[in-house]
């Protein structure tokens, strides 16, 4: 029941932008922390980006800062990474994930969408 869909991956050149989106359902959108995270091949996972429930706050991984931006529209259970000045090692398949807040913390992942920066 619970679905995280991203969207938006392609194979774009250096310094080129991408925004990723991820729609949501079957749980409570409104009360949700949201993140991004990446994987690239033979590494290991990483947080790219965090949003509270209400958007009031965000936080990058340094490698990201200033060309990386998350935002959420609660009306459309969706969150979204607008990236910006792309480079080569951005690429990596980015996974959207929810912490629900609650009576209990629980957490869901996306199936992740491939980002790929190349000449």
């Known amino acids: 029941q619970v679905q995280l869909v991203e969207s938006g991956g392609g194979l774009v050149q250096p310094g080129g932008s991408l925004r990723l989106s991820c729609a949501t359902s079957?749980?409570?959108?409104?009360?949700?922390?949201m993140n991004w995270y990446r994987q690239a091949p033979g590494k290991e996972r990483e947080l790219v980006a965090g949003?509270?429930?209400?958007?009031?706050?965000?936080n990058y991984a340094d490698s990201v800062k200033g060309r990386f931006t998350i935002s959420r529209d609660n009306a459309k259970n969706t969150v979204y990474l607008q990236m910006n000045s792309l480079k080569p090692e951005d690429t990596a398949v980015y996974y959207c994930?929810?912490?629900?807040?609650?009576?209990?913390?629980?957490?869901?992942w996306g199936q992740g969408t491939q980002v790929t920066v190349s000449s």
């Open positions: 994930n929810a912490i629900v807040q609650g009576s209990r913390v629980l957490r869901y």
């Open positions: 079957g749980f409570t959108f409104t009360i949700s922390y």
């Open positions: 949003i509270t429930n209400t958007g009031g706050r965000t």
